[in-house]
């Protein structure tokens, strides 16, 4: 049987090697993996962990058992150096692994704030790892005084767990409005209003000049002339897909590892999967920072290996957790030219719905998992129902898939 290396033991990694197991793949696995940790779920490290509310067993996706009885060679701690296509190994240290197929789930990185202005001060903090949730999580005392850079989900998640804990919370995005980049108005107002309601100040076309401090940061100045003492910061200003090594071993990229329909790239020996990785979509190439694209694609792409000849299709759907808040979404709303409102009976709850000429692109639903459930099962057979409808509460959503 044939030799597997997978490089990247996140979310994408465990379910590739799971899914090989469970369809039969007999051959040999080698899971590689930078932290010292057992692969784990990030999302709560920016919610619940960073809370108190989880403990860390609880973040693992399997416990070690699992990989020991799956015959998983699964190396912790461990960085690959290089990949070797001619020779068909990886590096690891001063040994060589290898391999006879190879799959890439190298995830993503944080953006970090340029040294120049003080990104490399002690106390400013990325929210990615279980390593950052460590570092800043002691920070999180009443009183403390945060400045968070990034207006997207990272940060106000970040945000709702700090004004949860009684922190003094300001939050600065460069850009007109919070959720600029992945949601509509409607949304970017929802959240501004929760927020504000839990004492965030929140600054909108506010850009970051500097960080100040001598070795700790203690201060910020900001585009408009302000300043803030600060005892830490945390940034979420996005993040950049791992691709170094994939482009370093002359690898294919476009916004990402490139993979075609089925997950390969252009060495047809090795495949990506996750955070990592753009496929074709629509006629272009799209990537997608999401748990659930890293465990649908990265299954779609064990099935491949083992010869389901299977393209991936992406059914995009997101949640975040912000204080007492679920948002749930489906679809992507990127090109809408209309949004429907539709309210809902229970407080806090409501719905934006995303048309562009009439089609129904995507689903942003706050406490209501009627409509996301509804709204996903639509977007996902294609159909469209009539906006009117949608917006009139009085109208079974469950009619619309009549």
Known sequence: MPDIVVVGAGQAGASLVARLRKDGFEGRITLIGQEPALPYQRPPLSKAYLLGDMELERLYLRPRHFYDEAGI???????????????????VGGEAIPYDTLVLTTGSAPRRLPAAIGGDLEGVHVVRDLADADAMGPRFGPGARVLIVGGGYIGLEAAAVAATKGLQVTLVEMSSRILSRVAAPETSDFFRALHSEHGVDIREGVGLEALTGEGHVSGARLSDGSTLDVEFVIVGVGIAPGTALAEAAGLEIDNGIAVDAMGRTSDPAIWAAG????????????????????????????????????????????????????????????????????????????????????????????????????????????????????????????????
């Open 73 to 91: 060679d699964l190396r912790l701690g461990a960085s690959v150096d290089a990949i070797d296509r001619a020779a068909r190994t990886v590096h």
């Open 275 to 402: 955070d990592c990785a753009s496929f074709p979509y629509k006629g272009a190439r799209l990537r997608l920072e999401s748990v659930p694209n890293a465990i649908d694609m990265a299954e779609c792409v064990a099935e491949n290996i083992m010869g389901a000849d299977r393209p991936y299709v992406p059914k995009p759907w997101f949640w975040s957790d912000q204080y007492e808040v679920k948002l749930q979404i489906a679809g992507l709303g990127a090109g809408y030219d209309r949004i429907v409102t539709r309210p809902a009976l229970a407080a806090r709850s409501v719905s934006f719905w995303y048309y562009a000429a009439g089609k129904l692109l995507a689903v942003d639903a706050m406490n209501d998992p009627r409509a996301y459930m509804v709204g996903k099962r639509l977007i996902e057979a294609g159909r469209s129902p009539d906006p009117q409808a949608v917006a009139d509460p009085q109208v079974d959503l469950k009619s619309l898939l009549a």
